[in-house]
Nanobody, 124 residues
Framework: QVDLVESGGGSVQAGGSLKLSCAAS???????MAWFRQAPGKEREGVAN????????TYTDSVKGRFTISQDNAKNILYLQMDNLKPEDTAIYYC??????????????????WGQGTQVSVSY
């Protein structure tokens, strides 16, 4: 069983920055890694994803130009650099991995491994 463990969440003021990390407990051959988030009373939504093979990335429109997803393949760690944070970014952020489907998507069903989540709170 592969565990994904997120870290780096916290509370910041609008305009601030946070960097999330996601570490896998064991090596896994994954096709895609992604970040999702879930705000209170809302559905979990895809934020960004990165194809493990060529590093190509995709972002949801609301975070383009502010968030950057990256990966350290040697350390098996996924990152999400979040700049110019807004109150609407407040949510629990989840790391996800696909080891079965050989592609990335913003759909939850693509991913078969999930972390426990880390809280990000952005105040005015």
């Amino acid at each position: 069983q592969v565990d994904l463990v997120e870290s780096g969440g916290g509370s910041v003021q609008a305009g601030g920055s946070l960097k999330l990390s996601c570490a896998a407990s064991t090596y896994m051959h994954r096709y895609c890694m992604a970040w999702f988030r879930q705000a209170p009373g809302k559905e979990r939504e895809g934020v960004a994803n990165i194809l493990a093979g060529d590093g190509s990335t995709t972002y949801t429109d609301s975070v383009k130009g502010r968030f950057t997803i990256s990966q350290d393949n040697a350390k098996n760690i996924l990152y999400l650099q979040m700049d110019n944070l807004k109150p609407e970014d407040t949510a629990i952020y989840y790391c996800a991995a696909s080891t079965v489907r050989p592609y990335c998507s913003m759909s939850r069903v693509t991913y078969n491994h999930w972390g426990q989540g880390t809280q990000v709170s952005v105040s005015y």
